[in-house]
């Protein structure tokens, strides 16, 4: 194979990978407009569209699909080769494309941005945050992290966490105005911050347990939104109640006395947050330099 060839096909991967010319082309260093004119020619030489495009996304044709399902393993197994190799030099480097739950990138992965990147300074990570439970595999992510009972089917999964406590909070000030709920049926007197689900639309039903009974229910509020940093806000504002993991920026506001938990003893746990990854032969070397960093191991290479 040519240079020429080998680089139209490395384009080719990488556009179908991210989805996207422009991130494609800040992958590899070039142009969009010079990506463009990459793509252009290997389509002239196999004499098919590859991609097709519009003005919002860009995805393989049915040609496209079968030729990146032929060469993306390969070019795997080559980027894996040349990462183990510069592993063994100490020059690691590569890029990592990681799908995860925003809580999990607010609580494990921002906080360690920075000390990843000081041990590894030439591998780039590739980080989107996604409540929306997508396909690691059909998306082209290294890794996922999720809640443990969420996990994709076939995947080799690593605990990041203990389990995560569900917590009922709401400010001093909307208690004092309407009373501390005593049972999960007194939310029906209450207004609550409501959680929209990614994956569907439809508003989370709050869950509660307690000695062996278990009740789930629809609550009503003022505000209904899909993002933590919202529900908790219109908490402190004393809007409502609002159901939160408590790890997830509810701990240091409860511990202040910004917050009240309410319903304590009907509170739930869930699965800690999980790494997951495909069933795999060889784990990439720089998908364990990223696990190790989330779970606080001495960074090294």
């Not at 993306?72 to 990462?83: C, D, I, N, Y």
């Not at 941005?113 to 998306?139: K, M, N, S, W």
Request: net charge neutral; proline share 5%.
């Amino acid at each position: 194979m040519r240079g020429s060839e080998y680089a139209e096909l490395k384009a080719f991967v990488a556009v179908v990978e991210r989805q996207s010319f422009a991130r494609a082309a800040e992958h590899l260093g070039l142009s969009p407009s010079a990506l463009s004119q990459t793509i252009r020619q290997l389509e002239s030489r196999i004499g098919a569209r590859l991609l097709n495009r519009t003005t919002r996304s860009v995805a393989p044709s049915a040609s496209g699909e079968r030729l990146y399902q032929r060469i993306a393993p390969l070019f795997r197994e080559m980027t894996a080769a040349v990462s183990e190799a510069s592993e063994a030099t100490g020059q690691v480097r590569g890029t990592l494309r990681i799908n995860t739950l925003g809580i999990a990138a607010r609580t494990l992965i921002g906080p360690r941005l920075a000390r990843f990147h000081q041990a590894h300074p030439e591998v780039l990570l590739d980080i989107v945050v996604d409540d929306t439970l997508t396909d690691i595999v059909a998306g082209r992510f290294d890794a996922g992290i999720r809640v443990g009972g969420r996990l994709e089917k076939d995947m080799i999964a690593v605990r990041l966490t203990p389990d995560l406590d569900m917590v009922a909070v709401a400010s001093p000030d909307y208690l004092a105005r309407r009373g501390t709920p005593r049972t999960p049926e007194d939310l029906h007197d209450h207004a609550c911050i409501n959680w929209r689900l990614q994956t569907d639309g439809r508003h989370y039903r709050w869950e509660f347990e307690r000695k062996g009974q278990r009740l789930d229910m629809a609550v009503n509020g003022p505000v209904v939104t899909n993002h933590a940093d919202i529900g908790i806000a219109a908490a402190l504002e004393g809007l409502g109640i609002a159901y939160h993991f408590e790890r997830d920026g509810v701990a240091e506001h409860l511990s202040q006395g910004r917050l009240v938990q309410v319903l304590a003893d009907w509170s739930i746990s869930r699965p800690g947050l999980f790494l997951y990854y495909p069933n795999r032969q060889h784990r990439p070397a720089l998908l364990g330099m990223f696990i190790d960093c989330l779970l606080d191991r001495p960074q090294g290479v």
